[in-house]
């Protein structure tokens, strides 16, 4: 499992990929880790429930022209500290990690 703040998950999504190469969480054959964010009480956030982001775990407007008709999930922390935030958008419970990147029998990746 990964551990960022929020700022070092945005630079992270960013630079998983090389410029002009098609990003998400798709491309790799192993399923994405959590990400580990601080989250700060009573502040909103956009987790993006698509996959295209590049700045997983949040949304970055992706889904508008990679995903019609998905929307980010919008959520407000509930308390300050780390939090296990789904990347692999299989999660039961999202935007929390359910350990479901683990299962093999789902269907892996970004959404159409
Ligand atoms: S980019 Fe994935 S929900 Fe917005």
Redesign the pocket.
């Known amino acids: 499992m990964l551990r960022l703040g929020v700022a070092a998950a945005l630079r992270a999504g960013r630079d998983r990929a090389p410029p002009g190469a098609l990003r998400g969480p798709a491309l790799s054959s192993a399923p994405p880790q959590p990400l580990v964010v601080e989250l700060k009480a009573g502040k909103k956030y956009?987790w993006?429930?698509?996959?295209?982001?590049k700045t997983q775990p949040f949304?970055?407007?992706?889904?508008?022209t990679?995903?019609p008709g998905?929307?980010?999930l919008r959520f407000t922390a509930e308390a300050d500290g780390a939090a296990p935030l789904c990347a692999c958008k299989r999660t039961r419970s999202p935007p929390y990690c359910d350990g479901s990147h683990r299962e093999q029998a789902a269907p892996p990746g970004p959404r159409p």
């Open positions: 956009a993006c429930s698509c996959g295209h982001s949304c970055d407007g992706s889904h508008r990679a995903a998905v929307s980010p």
